[in-house]
């Protein structure tokens, strides 16, 4: 177990830092049979909750460079996960949308993720889990600046 102690008192960083490779490793290995990244969870998420965006719109929610998100774009649309269509309005603009497929998956990889996390924090009680879920969600609030990918990742029911 990695516990550190200061003489001002205990250290939570190095708990978080370790909690959060362990967590990770554990989390990409669920994901490993359909080869989900976490950004591509992080895209799925962003159109399940709020439906069709833009390409541009869509690299601004993940505050990623829109050539990342071509890439990225085109993983998910190769694999049938979304779909990408030329806007009406405007031809410029692409209109991206969580296909059948991508719904699929990510109702699948959240199933995943659920395990992991029940495995990783097996040793808190429900109330304690909603406990730490609403400190460390407190703590994001303040330090991650809004339009940050990590700040619309959806609250998880344990």
């Given amino acids: 177990m990695v516990r550190t102690k200061t003489t ?32 591509h969870l992080v895209a799925l998420n962003l159109l399940n ?4 965006a833009s390409q541009q719109g869509l690299a601004e929610a993940l505050s990623l460079d829109p050539s990342n998100v071509v890439g990225l774009l085109n993983e998910l649309e190769e ?9 009406r309005e405007d031809r410029r603009r692409h209109i991206v949308e969580l296909a059948p497929q991508g719904r699929k998956q990510l ?6 993720l659920d395990e992991v996390e029940n495995d990783l924090f097996g040793a808190l009680t429900a109330p304690e889990r909603e406990t730490l879920y609403k400190l460390l969600s407190r703590v994001v609030d303040v ?14 029911a344990d």
């Fill in 79 to 87: 694999r049938e996960l979304v779909t990408r269509l030329r806007d």
């Fill in 107 to 112: 109702r699948l990889a959240w199933s995943r």
């Fill in 49 to 52: 909750e709020n439906g069709p």
């Fill in 143 to 156: 330090s991650v600046p809004t339009g940050d990918a990590a700040a619309d990742l959806p609250e998880c």
């Fill in 8 to 39: 001002g008192g205990q250290q939570v960083l190095p708990l978080l830092d370790h909690l959060a490779r362990v967590g990770r490793r554990a989390a990409d290995n669920s994901m490993a049979p359909d080869g989900l990244r976490p950004r």
